[in-house]
């Protein structure tokens, strides 16, 4: 089975915060699928950067303040 990245993310929290935003709007305004917003969001996937930019900034917040790091 595949490692999961350190990588840690507050993606479903911010989409909460913002109206309830679905999986599938937040793909569709930051260019990704929805399964791909699934997968950031269990932990399964890192997106790239400029996804995680699109991302940070459609909820008007930093990239750290979307994503962290879990690793040492």
């Not at 709007?25 to 699934?38: D, F, K, S, Y």
């Not at 991302?55 to 690793?71: C, K, M, N, P, S």
């Amino acid at each position: 089975m595949a490692k999961r990245p350190p990588i840690t993310n507050r993606v479903r929290e911010l989409r909460e915060e913002h109206g309830k935003m679905s999986q599938a709007a937040l793909g569709e305004a930051v260019g990704v699928t929805r399964h791909t917003i699934i997968a950031i969001e269990q932990g399964r996937y890192s997106p790239s950067l400029e996804t995680s930019f699109r991302i940070a900034r459609l909820f008007g917040v930093g990239v750290e303040d979307v994503f962290g790091w879990e690793g040492d």
